[in-house]
């Protein structure tokens, strides 16, 4: 019998055809799984080698060492100090968050509206990342926790760095402060720095300026991480590149004094070099202590800067604007020789009010002043002559001058948020107020009052260039990261030399001539004798009753509606080297002012560097570093015993 039949061969047949087309498709699945395993592995193999490594290996940035900002002998402003601080895991707090808060409480001082802070900070993270619970800790209350430990689950203590200010509120107004990172500065700004948690950035002063110098560039950190993103190990460090130093031109031993003589006044106080610029003090009070807005800032210290009617947030030298007062009667007085209407032989008698449209313009003495030439109105400070040569000048010629005296127009010192005063012109007023130039106004800027207003920086500059004969003009920083900050030579004023000797001349008087208003301030010992002006700016109109009444007396009335006081001075009288400007407001009763920047005056000039070991020869103070000088070092013995 055959092995099998016909009916046998058909199902072979049908079998062995399926089993061709299964091993069809098996084969064709396999070609694609073949191919794409070859695209993986040996074409991309390489892009899919860096894109598992990159999720294996993290890359973390380093905030670098903030450079510091140091005075002109190399005593350091600003630097950076340990922060020792608190962070908090909260995956490792095994009784809970909130709990574990209250145990760090036991040990260092957290307030309710700190811990809630901290709270949604954790929420906004992962569990396994840092979060900081207190910073800036003293070394005794970090030495608490550390011995406290065991019993703080999920707590790790941590020394990092931060921004400290060494001689707090004395140099805020220069130095400004550094604060975290505002998330409107995250969108504007590419640095990857500020996407650090809790990094710093200058808001004010020359941290802000000069930001992008000293912050540096941020270093790396290589670690390890699994799927969740939690660091395994440490596989690299590259540290950051620290920040550049800053050079200042300020002596702070001087900046200190300047400070202690306007105490808790509302007041203002700048000293200029006349020949090239160096600004060697430049104080504001009331000040506060830059510390607080990195430190963190407390609702009652904020409630305490905004409410004081003092301002101290405010840099009153080249923030706050007056009315010069008494002190443009030296620009006025240089216009009028230049122009050739105050010659040798032209004088104003005053008696006591000048009479112009129905208006009486007074003098500050009573009786009047007699008959006075330019150089003794500037002694005197007499308001009838001034007057009277405004009109005969005209506002056009007396804005002229001003500008050429630095007035009217920002300095461009090196700091944010100079303003830039204002010096009336004819087309300024008809702009602003629809209003043609009238000479009454002339006569009101003739002795700085009206519309003029001023800085005391401008005041400064004016000073130092009727001193100097040059266009100088105030800097604040010496050098950057070892590199001098390029300078051009101040050139020669556009003045005559005549209209320069009469004015000096007059401004000695004031100071060194009796009858003059800043005579009995004078300073007595030689060669360091003062050349300047005085000024007194109202801050309104008296009426006549009020002058009936005897309320123009600034002891009579309340301290807000009080003159301003401003004395602008230089020094010596012959072969001048520095300039000084103070201004106390609404502190017009006697003469502090003058008192003040007399003291300073003879301070500075026993600080200059022909009389005292400095850091880098005068000679050379434009072409050297300074080194760098102990704060704690001694001030220099006084020159003369």
């Not at 160096?278 to 963190?296: E, H, I, K, R, Y």
């Not at 266009?471 to 005549?498: C, F, Q, W, Y």
Request: with cysteine; net charge positive.
């Amino acid at each position: 019998m055959p092995l099998f039949d016909k009916k046998d061969k058909s199902r072979y047949a049908t079998f062995t055809r399926r089993s061709l087309g299964v091993g069809g498709m098996m084969a064709a699945v396999f070609a694609v799984l073949g191919g794409r395993l070859y695209q993986l592995q040996i074409r991309d193999g390489k892009n899919y080698l860096v894109d598992a490594e990159a999720n294996r290996v993290s890359q973390r940035l380093i905030a670098p060492p903030r450079g510091r900002i140091v005075d002109r002998f190399g005593v350091e402003l600003a630097n950076n100090r340990r922060n020792y601080r608190v962070l908090l895991v909260s995956e490792q707090a095994t009784e809970g968050v909130s709990q574990a808060l209250d145990q760090i409480g036991k040990v260092i001082h957290l307030t309710d509206q700190h811990k809630k802070k901290v709270l949604r900070e954790i929420a906004a993270n992962k569990k396994f990342v840092l979060v900081p619970v207190a910073e800036n800790l003293t070394w005794e209350e970090f030495s608490r926790v550390n011995l406290h430990l065991p019993y703080l689950p999920g707590v790790q203590p941590d020394v990092g760095e931060t921004r400290d200010y060494p001689f707090g509120k004395e140099l805020v107004h220069v130095l400004g402060y550094v604060a975290p990172v505002s998330p409107e500065e995250k969108e504007a700004e590419t640095d990857p720095l500020f996407s650090l948690p809790g990094y710093r950035t200058g808001k004010r002063g020359i941290e802000k300026e000069y930001d992008t110098r000293v912050r540096g560039n941020a270093g790396a950190s290589r670690v390890e991480v699994n799927a969740y993103g939690r660091i395994i190990r440490e596989l690299g460090k590259v540290d950051g590149q620290p920040g550049e130093d800053i050079y200042l031109t300020l002596d702070r031993q001087l900046q200190q004094f300047v400070d202690s003589k306007l105490g808790n006044e509302s007041a203002a106080c700048v000293v200029m070099d006349v020949h090239n610029g160096d600004v060697l003090a430049l104080s504001s009070t009331p000040g506060f202590d830059p510390n607080w807005f990195n430190n963190g800032l407390s609702g009652a210290q904020w409630r305490e800067l905004t409410n004081n009617d003092h301002k101290p947030l405010l840099n009153k030298v080249m923030g706050g604007t007056y009315p010069p007062g008494s002190t443009f009667k030296a620009a006025v007085a240089m216009a009028a020789v230049e122009a050739g209407i105050a010659t040798p032989d032209y004088h104003v008698t005053c008696t006591g009010a000048y009479f112009f449209g129905g208006r009486a313009f007074h003098c500050w003495r009573k009786g009047g002043h007699g008959t006075l030439d330019v150089q003794g109105a500037l002694q005197h400070s007499c308001n009838v002559f001034f007057c009277e040569t405004a009109r005969r000048l005209g506002i056009d010629r007396i804005e002229q001058m001003a500008r050429k005296l630095g007035l009217g127009a920002p300095t461009g010192i090196e700091l944010p948020g100079e303003r830039g005063g204002l010096i009336p012109s004819r087309e300024w007023k008809l702009k602003t107020y629809k209003w043609a130039w009238q000479q009454g106004d002339t006569l009101s800027v003739g002795i700085g009052q009206g519309y003029v207003t001023v800085t005391p920086l401008q005041l400064v500059q004016m000073m130092a260039r009727i001193a100097s004969g040059t266009n100088v003009s105030p800097r604040l920083v010496h050098s950057v990261g070892g590199r001098l900050m390029p300078r051009d030579k101040p050139a020669r004023l556009d003045i005559s030399e005549t209209a320069l000797m009469t004015v000096q001349a007059g401004l000695s008087k004031v100071v060194n001539q009796p009858g003059g208003t800043a005579y009995p301030e004078r300073i007595l010992e030689p060669g360091f004798e003062m050349a300047g002006k005085t000024g007194t700016a109202q801050v309104r109109r008296f009426s006549k009753e009020e002058r009936a009444r005897g309320l123009i007396k600034n002891a009579n009335l309340e301290w807000r509606m009080r003159d301003h006081a401003l004395f602008a001075d230089y020094a010596p009288a012959v072969n001048p080297k520095y300039a000084i400007v103070n201004i106390i407001e609404h502190g017009a009763i006697g003469h502090p002012h003058v008192l003040m920047a007399r003291d300073i005056m003879h301070f500075c000039q026993q600080r200059d560097p022909a009389r005292m070991p400095t850091a880098y020869p005068v000679t050379s103070a434009d072409t050297a570093v300074p080194k760098k000088q102990s704060a704690t070092d001694p001030v220099p013995p006084k020159a003369g015993g």
